[in-house]
């Protein structure tokens, strides 16, 4: 997945092929190791070392009124990149829902995601964020800074309410942070990524023009939202309920204010909020990593309790054991979610991977972010699965849709010779490799060219039109 993110163009493959592989030179470790200002320190867990980073707080912020909803001054965690990665940087924005009544803000207030006095130090660095090479080859010795989420509406306010005492000023919080980093080397980064997970997915979107125009022409600047792709859908009581909740946001903090003018200036603030109506207006490269089938959308947006009150939904919301009906609504918010994305996909300067896995936020997650993608014992459990291999799979499966036989239903294809290949190889059909070790098969190309050299024997060698 890592390899999808700065490969949207051809340049990107430059870039792989000069990555090291991992060791620290002297000079690069004493580097690393007298830094000041940062602590930053390896620990044990389960074994394998984890990167942990302290909190810088940003002490001048507060002379210029970028605070925390409480007041207090904002703050980040930086670790220094080294080697061919010195002088490239990574900006994370946090993410962790939004606040959307003055009685929530109040009660954010005192929480770590409302002031910086209660903020946990250090944090753990994974994912995209890792230092180890293994874990995160295009990335591993880039410079990384983790910009703390304490405004909560995504970065995005700039406004007080001065009777409830609570300060909206994620806009000015993250103008500060950045002019906190340009001082401390961000201001030579050859190659500068902003991400963010969840409502900081979606502050990517929302900085990402603010962001690029931080730096020289000369700097390759990109963006990325992970699981910041928020629809504006309906839930299964047919309301929308994160509609509501994105209004309370947006006039609780004012944001009439903030968001981008070329979307306000045609829709209401709320839809300004959703990143469907903004996404196209971007000017700087944009990369969308989500699911379709996002585990806290599920839970929150589309079968959230005020919709279900039996609990019928529960055990879908909660896990993803959904029956058929609930499998068909749910396929019906993915395709919402890929028609939404179709303009934005259309442009070359952008790029996207959305999934189908059940989950939330992909990049910071080893199991999801690492080569492989998968954890040591995934692909031997996928092996002994209908998609792993062809004994266990279901012999006769529904043909609808655009497989329908049915010209109601499909108009266009319903006589055409259809067939599908299923699924056994764990890497969309791409690998030519093995483990012997682990008796484990990687040969999803190959599959695809015998099934493809199978079916011209049965006659798709004459056919006038194909589409896959």
Known sequence: MNALLWNWSLTGLFLLSILADGVM??????????????????KQDDGADVLMVGLTLVQTAAAEGAVCLDGSVPGYHLYRGYGSGANNWIIQLQGGAWCDSIEDCQNRKRSRVGSSTLMETPIEFKGILSNKAAENPDFYNWNKAVVRYCDGASFSGDSENKTEQLQFRGKRIFLAVMEDLIAKGMCHAKQALLNGCSSGGLAAILRCDDFSSLFPHTT????????????DAVDISGARSIRRMYSGVVNTQGLQNTLPRTCTSHLDPTSCFFPQNIINQVKTPLFILNSAFDSWQ?????????????????????????????MQFLEGFRMSMLDALKTFSMSSKNGMYISSRWAHCLAGRKDTWSPGNSQPGEDTNRKTSRVGSSTLMDKHISFKGILSNKASENPDFYNWNKAEIRYCDGA??????????AQLQFRGKRIFLAVMEDLMAKGMHVACEAGI
Request: some cysteine; hydrophobic content about 30%; charged content about 15%.
């Open 25 to 42: 030179g002297s000079d690069e470790m004493d580097l690393f190791n007298n830094f000041s200002g940062t602590n930053v320190f390896q």
């Open 220 to 231: 390759k600047v990109k963006c990325m939202s992970d699981a910041g792709f928020f629809l």
């Open 298 to 326: 599920i839970e929150n947006s589309i079968a959230p309790p005020s919709a279900d009150p039996s609990g019928s939904w529960h055990n879908c919301s909660s896990s993803f054991k959904c029956n058929t009906s609930q």
């Open 428 to 437: 969309s059909f791409s690998g030519d490799s093995e483990n012997k070790t």
